[in-house]
């Protein structure tokens, strides 16, 4: 799964706050539509910081599975656009868009986007 459309689903701080815990893990999601949706600045949060964290935690890893990939051609595009090893194993991606206008997140949830776009130069908000 490397986008997904929650715009419009009544997303609250509690569906934001769980969406980031899955953000965290590395699900390898790439695009997230957020729009229109009842998402507060404690949702916003979570999601920023979980997005920051992802990045963080890959950047390192895909520099290394980088590095193998020209070495020994290890890393190879599958058929969904996906990065896997020789082995099948998925490579992890972050988060490149991020569509939440029209939700409900106040000054606070302003100033975690604008962390996310200070802490993130890849991002698409």
Do not use: W
């Amino acid at each position: 799964l490397h986008t997904l459309y929650l715009s419009g689903n009544s997303l609250g701080e509690e569906g934001a706050i769980s969406l980031a815990e899955v953000i965290r893990r590395g699900c390898g999601l790439r695009r997230l539509h957020l729009t229109s949706n009842k998402i507060g600045p404690d949702g916003v949060k979570a999601l920023t910081d979980a997005i920051i964290e992802d990045e963080c935690s890959n950047s390192g890893l895909y520099d290394i599975m980088q590095e193998k990939k020209e070495s020994d051609q290890r890393i190879k595009p599958n058929k969904n656009g996906t990065k896997e090893d020789k082995k099948g194993a998925l490579v992890k991606g972050t988060v490149e868009e991020l569509f939440i206008g029209g939700s409900r997140m106040g000054p606070a949830g302003c100033v975690a986007v604008a962390s996310l776009c200070a802490r993130t130069s890849s991002i698409k908000i």
